[in-house]
């Protein structure tokens, strides 16, 4: 269901995954004890940014080198886990939007990795990560008309040539959005850094956890 393009494992070896599938969901606000377990974390998380900001962290320094090596301006164009970070550091919190947004986000903050949640009900099959060929169709999260991704940007594409996301892991489409009605989703958590293998695993373990414990009717593989 997920994969990457010979291509981009060619030029990023370096890259790890985490993916978990989870069938049954219910979406919508975010309940209390997650909703106070996330904000935990993102006070945990503030007092560690006020001594390192997030380009100095291992993780997001490497998605940096990885949007400038196919074109993406590192500092125009941010990885989701540092825009996340960074809104943390300057704002002092991250407002809640939904249960799934929510579990992914704390999971992100806490590794400063990015995670992505993608309602598959929006897409066609299997998502591959590779190298646009500025054919594919882009919609962005409030827009009507989609948009063709740049040739030479990583891309999350469908069997339909549709992109999930663009700039590898800078923003999801309107499709892939989870929404209240969202009831399958595929999470996805990625590394480059050194250490990525590890931190993945921990992140995907986490998120699993979560998942069980906060949707305990839902079906988590």
Request: hydrophobic share 45%; aromatic share 6%.
């Amino acid at each position: 269901m997920f994969r990457y393009d010979r291509a981009v494992l060619d030029r990023y070896p370096g890259v790890h995954a985490g993916t978990v599938l989870a069938s049954g969901l219910t979406n919508g606000p975010t309940p209390p004890a997650l909703l106070q377990r996330y904000r935990a974390v993102q006070r945990e998380v503030a007092g560690r940014l006020a001594t390192t900001p997030p380009a100095g962290l291992p993780s997001i320094a490497a998605w940096r080198r990885a949007f400038a090596g196919f074109g993406a301006k590192p500092t125009q164009y941010r990885s989701a886990a540092e825009a996340l970070l960074r809104r943390l550091a300057k704002q002092g919190d991250i407002p809640s939007i939904n249960a799934l947004v929510d579990l992914g986000n704390l999971v992100s903050i806490r590794y400063a990795l990015p995670v992505a949640v993608v309602d598959l009900a929006g897409i066609d099959e299997d998502i591959t990560v590779r190298f646009a060929t500025g054919n594919e169709r882009f919609t962005d999260l409030g827009a009507e008309q989609p948009v063709a991704p740049e040739p030479g940007e990583v891309v999350f594409v469908d069997r339909a040539e549709v992109a999930c996301a663009r700039r590898w892991c800078w923003r999801q489409s309107a499709q892939s959005a989870t929404r209240e009605t969202t009831t399958d989703a595929l999470v996805v958590v990625e590394g480059l850094h050194d250490g990525a293998a590890r931190d993945v695993a921990a992140a995907r373990q986490e998120i699993v956890a979560l998942l069980r414990e906060f949707q305990p009717a839902a079906t988590v593989d």
